[in-house]
């Protein structure tokens, strides 16, 4: 997913203090596996990924080596009499989709008139799907951190069946795949519905990627060595990350019932995200709340590894804050 760099020092930083607690990840569309930035917890990584293709599940489970991490080879659905069931069984999730305009289409056409198109994998009974909610019951489960949905299409419908989960399990931030292409429909998987959605249930856009695709009339050439983005083109389809934004003052109840070490864990997921700044504000506005489990000056300090240029000498958090109350030429461009 974009967005998700590389493990931080300041997340190891956190995995040390969270002693019996767990960072718990859902992946629904787990293909090629979890993001290796989630990996910086370790034993304390609790996370389940789900993917209808059951040869890529098995090859993942058997290359997985951390026992805490879970691949389950099953579609994800919706709870029964869900709004939305009938839209998932037709596969109603697009509209105005310019697919097949676009040159990677069109490449997809070359190649399958030449043979060259791998052969399908096998995929689970789409009449047996998981339900995220009982799923988590059965496990006892009644904390989640962070929920990554890619399924390339029924990813709204999804997102919209877990709004009363993201309560119940106390979820900081959901990544998605947005589209950009769409139309008026309310139900439909478009940018502007997952970012309506996710602010009625206080959620915040931190990162939003964009992918541009070609179209056919002229095609440009691909970013990667198989045919996906282009080099430029229309905004097709992007990652959006969206978390709770604790230090602002409208979510202060939430903040309060949260207790350090789900700050701790929203802070590392900052990081995670390449948002130090975030990361450094929840460690201030809660520095009180923390304290007891986490060093913050050090926290302060380490995360300025992220926050200053690469080859540059780490200075502490507090000489470099009074660099910037000084109006330093450092937070400019040369000249």
Same mark, same amino acid.
């Given at each position: 997913?974009?967005?998700?760099?590389?493990?931080?020092? #300041?997340?190891?930083?956190?995995?040390?203090?969270?002693?019996?607690?767990?960072?718990?990840?859902?992946?629904?569309?787990?293909?090629?596996?979890i993001d290796s930035a989630w990996r910086v917890f370790g034993t304390r990584l609790r996370a389940f990924g789900f993917?209808?293709?059951?040869?890529?599940?098995?090859?993942?489970?058997?290359?997985?080596?951390?026992?805490?991490?879970?691949?389950?080879?099953?579609?994800?659905?919706?709870?029964?009499?869900?709004?939305?069931?009938?839209?998932?069984?037709?596969?109603?999730?697009?509209?105005?989709?310019?697919?097949?305009?676009?040159?990677?289409?069109?490449?997809?056409?070359?190649?399958?008139?030449?043979?060259?198109?791998?052969?399908?994998?096998?995929?689970?009974?789409?009449?047996?799907?998981?339900?995220?909610?009982? #799923?988590?019951?059965?496990?006892?489960?009644?904390?989640?951190?962070?929920?990554?949905?890619?399924?390339?299409? /029924?990813?709204?419908?999804?997102?919209?069946?877990?709004?009363?989960? #993201?309560?119940?399990?106390?979820?900081?931030?959901?990544?998605?795949?947005?589209?950009?292409?769409?139309?008026?429909?309310?139900?439909?998987?478009?940018?502007?519905?997952?970012?309506?959605?996710?602010?009625?249930?206080?959620?915040?856009?931190?990162?939003?990627?964009?992918?541009?695709?070609?179209?056919?009339?002229?095609?440009?050439? +691909?970013?990667?060595?198989?045919?996906?983005?282009? /080099?430029?083109?229309?905004?097709?389809?992007?990652?959006?990350?969206?978390?709770?934004d604790l230090a602002a003052s409208e979510q202060s109840a939430w903040a309060r019932s949260a207790g350090a070490y789900?700050?701790?864990?929203?802070?590392?997921?900052?990081?995670?995200?390449?948002?130090?700044?975030?990361?450094?504000?929840?460690?201030?506005?809660?520095?009180?709340v923390l304290e007891p489990i986490l060093d913050v000056r050090a926290g302060l300090d380490t995360l300025m590894e992220?926050?200053?240029?690469?080859?540059?000498?780490?200075?502490? +958090?507090?000489?470099?804050?009074?660099? #910037?109350?000084?109006?330093?030429?450092?937070?400019?461009?040369?000249?």
């Amino acid at each position: 997913m974009d967005g998700l760099g590389a493990p931080t020092s #300041f997340a190891r930083l956190v995995t040390s203090a969270l002693a019996d607690q767990y960072f718990t990840l859902l992946d629904i569309g787990c293909r090629a596996g979890i993001d290796s930035a989630w990996r910086v917890f370790g034993t304390r990584l609790r996370a389940f990924g789900f993917d209808p293709d059951v040869s890529e599940v098995n090859r993942l489970t058997e290359h997985e080596t951390n026992p805490g991490v879970i691949y389950v080879p099953q579609f994800v659905g919706l709870p029964p009499g869900e709004s939305g069931a009938e839209r998932m069984r037709s596969g109603d999730y697009w509209a105005h989709n310019p697919w097949q305009r676009l040159s990677v289409a069109r490449t997809q056409e070359i190649r399958a008139s030449k043979g060259a198109q791998a052969n399908a994998e096998p995929l689970a009974d789409p009449r047996d799907p998981v339900i995220i909610p009982q #799923f988590l019951r059965e496990r006892g489960i009644d904390d989640v951190d962070f929920i990554k949905i890619d399924v390339d299409g /029924a990813d709204f419908l999804i997102l919209r069946s877990l709004v009363k989960t #993201f309560a119940d399990v106390k979820v900081l931030g959901v990544g998605i795949e947005v589209n950009f292409f769409g139309s008026e429909d309310p139900h439909i998987h478009t940018f502007h519905n997952v970012d309506r959605l996710m602010k009625q249930n206080g959620f915040e856009l931190f990162l939003l990627s964009t992918r541009p695709y070609s179209v056919a009339a002229l095609p440009a050439p +691909y970013q990667y060595t198989w045919p996906a983005q282009t /080099a430029w083109g229309r905004i097709f389809q992007g990652d959006a990350i969206y978390f709770r934004d604790l230090a602002a003052s409208e979510q202060s109840a939430w903040a309060r019932s949260a207790g350090a070490y789900k700050l701790a864990k929203l802070a590392a997921s900052f990081s995670l995200t390449g948002l130090p700044d975030c990361a450094a504000e929840i460690l201030l506005r809660f520095r009180g709340v923390l304290e007891p489990i986490l060093d913050v000056r050090a926290g302060l300090d380490t995360l300025m590894e992220q926050a200053l240029p690469r080859g540059m000498p780490i200075i502490p +958090y507090a000489e470099y804050i009074a660099e #910037f109350e000084s109006d330093s030429a450092r937070f400019y461009p040369a000249c």
